[in-house]
């Protein structure tokens, strides 16, 4: 998605940097810092998803005044190597090359004259000390090693700041990230996360670490973040209710693909139908989701949430099992039998874009209603679950034997 720029210096000389822009071709800038393996193709890819979360995105060579063009691998050699470099690293040439790439994107006609930071690792540090000594709109780091050293210079953080740390990080142990809490308590600016099953480097999908709850929690924290302090700000819920009025009224799996990004996933999680990527959704779509809707399909919202990144839908999901129905029943005769059930979709955006959808229903009360399942002697119940939803007057506890026995 990016492309090689060069960026003045404060002392006159130039550099390079991966520069991902937007699909819009516009947005709020976004200084991503590196690790000590220089701009290599984890940090630009990390550069091209947040410029489909519609920021443009600047990623410096910060080694540069050492060697140009730095792009290291993982492997032990690879490892040493950066780290001796970093041994060599200027920590206060690196923030004032940081602060051009500020003053770049900010200046870039087709910004928006905002821009934040982020880094990882290595850049993580650089990253909490840029949001101390410049005049970032936004900064996040991603597990800063090293960030301990500085905590003196917490207080003069002005912007909205996140530091995310693993709490199986061998690298940045407990008492690190307890003294870092210890000095930025004091400041409203600073929010410190902890992901309980993360090491060092859980956002970094091209190594072992990698840790996919917690990056995409922290990613949608990060994002959260850069909205309402960078923007840009896309209106989810006219998007989404375009998505579905393409599925369910227009039918048309070409148009409902185009209002999704370059690579979509959509998970049915009970039967665990959809697909991941481009062409296998598509596929899903066109012969095994849009085409099989029952003809009565019906919805009714029961409650929206919406947020940075995300819309939350409840609903009451109705239809008639007039044919077979893959992506619901596979491999289930039609029985013409009435279902109604409480859904939930959770629908990720990136920019102005679908990311994914996690779909959840209640298996066993469908089973129950097409006649596949009896329900005498198991806490499952049918039509009923759905009924409770709509109305909160009508008895809870009715498949617990003992709750009759506990009245006053």
Known sequence: M?????IAAADGERFGAYLAMPESGRGPGLVLVQKIFGVNATMRAHADLFAEEGYAVLVPDLFWRLEQGIELGYGEADVARGRALLERFDIGRGIEDIGACLTYLRAMPSGTGMAGVVGFCFGGRLAFLAAARLSPDAVVAFYGGGIEAHVDEAPAIRCPTILHFGAKDTLIPPEAVARVRAATDGNAN????TYADA??????HDRTAYHRPSAMMAHSRTITLLRQALGPNFDLEKLWERHLELEFATRDADETMRTMVAKPYVNHVP??????GYDDLLRFYRHHFISQMPKDTNMIPVSRTIGADRVVDEMIFRFTHD?????????????????EIPLIAIVNFRGGRLYHEHIYWDQASVLVQIGLLDPRGLPVAGRETAAKVLDETLPSNTLMARWRTSEP
């Not at 600073?190 to 996360?193: A, G, T, W």
């Not at 039967?271 to 991941?276: C, Y």
């Not at 044919?323 to 279902?339: A, C, F, N, S, Y």
């Open 2 to 6: 990016g492309r090689m720029t060069q």
């Open 199 to 204: 090491g060092h480097g859980f956002y970094n």
């Open 323 to 339: 044919q077979e129905i893959d992506w619901m029943l596979p491999g289930i005769k039609p029985t013409g039998r009435k279902v």
């Open 271 to 276: 039967v665990m139908t959809g697909g991941t």
């Open 190 to 193: 600073v929010r410190i996360f």
